[in-house]
Every structure is written in structure tokens, then in C-alpha cells.
Nanobody
Framework: QVQLIESGGGLVQAGGSLRLSCAAS????????MGWFRRAPGKEREFVAA???????TYYDSVKGRFTISIDNAKNTVYLQMNSLKPEDTAVYYC??????????????????WGQGTQVTVSS
């Protein structure tokens, strides 16, 4: 069992920055791959970024160069630093954990545990 608690969402103007945090706990957290997904109004939930506890990571093309995923092993916390935010980044952002795989998955159905979500709103 893995528990995930997100924080750090809010309202920001276009071009601004936010940092999301995901505090993870549970017996199997160290053997999980961690991901961030988002759901915009009226759209399906989509992959944003994922990371292994070793630091290996991958990103959705539209956020490459703007978002950075990182991990603090000592704190069992995953971060998503979001810079140069755009109105189209507006969504509820979810932290997720899934069984570690050879390569990081971008498929939401391969992540078993989810946080409650945090709202990010980017105004134009």
C-alpha cells in the first residue's frame, strides 16, 4: 500500500512558476515508479512526467524544457517544478505510484496508487 499527498497547486499568471510536491508513504514506496498526470476540464487524464527513485525520468513532449520532475529519497517526496506556465497547463494534477518497470510507463492504468489531486490554474 502506498499513500500519496500532493500540495503546491494554486493560481498563477501565464509565464509564472509553481512547484508541486507529492509526499509518499507506505511499505512498497521504494519499489515504485512515480508519476505526475493531469486532467484538464473536459479532457481525459494525461501523462506529464515520471521518475524512478534512481532519478531516471521521462516527460510528455509539451512540457519538456518547462517542467522538471525530481525526487528526494530522504523525504520520500517527488516534486514537479513547473516554469513558463501556459493557460493550457490548467488542470488538476495528480501524483501516482506504480510497480517499478524496466522503463517508465506513461500509461495511467499502470499506476495503482493515486493522490487526491491539486488544482493548477494559469491565467492569461
Amino acid at each position: 500500500q502506498v499513500q500519496l499527498i500532493e500540495s503546491g497547486g494554486g493560481l498563477v499568471q501565464a509565464g509564472g512558476s509553481l512547484r508541486l510536491s507529492c509526499a509518499a508513504s507506505g511499505r512498497t514506496v521504494s519499489s515504485s515508479d512515480m508519476g505526475w498526470f493531469r486532467r484538464a476540464p473536459g479532457k481525459e487524464r494525461e501523462f506529464v512526467a515520471a521518475i524512478k527513485w534512481s532519478g531516471v525520468n521521462t516527460y510528455y513532449d509539451s512540457v519538456k524544457g518547462r517542467f522538471t520532475i525530481s525526487i528526494d529519497n530522504a523525504k520520500n517526496t517527488v516534486y514537479l517544478q513547473m516554469n513558463s506556465l501556459k493557460p493550457e497547463d490548467t488542470a488538476v494534477y495528480y501524483c501516482a505510484a506504480g510497480a517499478a518497470r524496466y522503463t517508465l510507463s506513461k500509461n495511467q492504468y499502470e499506476y495503482k496508487y493515486w493522490g487526491q489531486g491539486t488544482q493548477v490554474t494559469v491565467s492569461s
